[in-house]
């Protein structure tokens, strides 16, 4: 199994009054190419800060972050931007659309962003249908359910056709039964399109959707399992 990003023992800390709080501590992590992996964990335990060093969004204080065989956490901000920018789809807890702009918008907006080459209507209609919002693409953030808009939040990751998608407590704001539907669509997308996800979430009910399992806990990884 070809792995597309991979920790070597990756420390990251922050200052504090007392001195340093160490969030993370010797984390390798291997993370399989075309498959879903969550990182899970109880609030506190690392995870976000795992994910964010992960998509390049942070610097670990030391050890390697390998993005294909790359080790981006010794990269420049502007070549780690481009990799985000290229390669990488973030999806928040919380879905950050743009309150004057419809869902469709939303979309067009990812991909004008990304420097999209192709037809971007044609790539817009495409991402809303793959996550069922075929009909709703007029409609504005505040006429769509929380769900519907975690779904546009996703197409508009999706979009510039990135190889992982880093998702940050995606259902957590969710009812149950929407968010086994929001992980449907994740399955649908490594499945069908070939993505990489890498998803953090407390939720035991959705572990069985994930073929890789980290559990944190006081920033380090306690267990590991796999299908």
Not at 12 to 23: C, D, L, Q, Y
Not at 110 to 121: F, Q, V
Not at 178 to 203: K, S
């Amino acid at each position: 199994m070809g792995m597309i990003i991979q920790t070597k023992n990756v420390v990251k800390s922050f200052p504090v009054p007392e001195g340093e709080f160490i969030a993370l501590k010797d984390i390798s992590i291997d993370v399989p190419k075309n498959k879903l992996t969550i990182l899970r964990g109880r609030s506190g335990s690392g995870k976000t800060t795992l994910m964010n060093i992960l998509g390049g969004l942070d610097y670990p204080k030391s050890g390697e972050v390998l993005f294909k065989k790359q080790n981006i956490a010794s990269l420049s901000e502007h070549m780690r931007e481009r990799i985000r920018k290229e390669k990488i789809g973030f999806i928040f807890q919380s879905v950050a659309l743009i309150p004057m702009m419809n869902a469709y918008e939303n979309v067009e907006f990812a991909l004008r962003l990304a420097g999209w080459k192709g037809n971007k209507k044609e790539r817009t209609m495409k991402c809303l249908e793959m996550v069922g919002l075929g009909r709703r693409v007029k409609h504005m953030p505040h006429e769509l359910s929380g769900g519907e808009q975690q779904r546009v939040a996703i197409a508009r990751a999706i979009a510039h056709s990135p190889e992982v998608i880093f998702a940050d407590e995606p259902t957590a704001e969710l009812d149950t039964n929407t968010g086994i539907q929001v992980v449907r669509i994740f399955r649908n997308l490594v499945e069908n399109e070939g993505v990489t996800i890498v998803m953090t979430t407390h939720d035991t009910g959705l572990m069985e959707a994930a073929e890789c399992i980290y559990e944190l806990e006081d920033g380090r990884i306690v267990e590991k399992f796999e299908k």
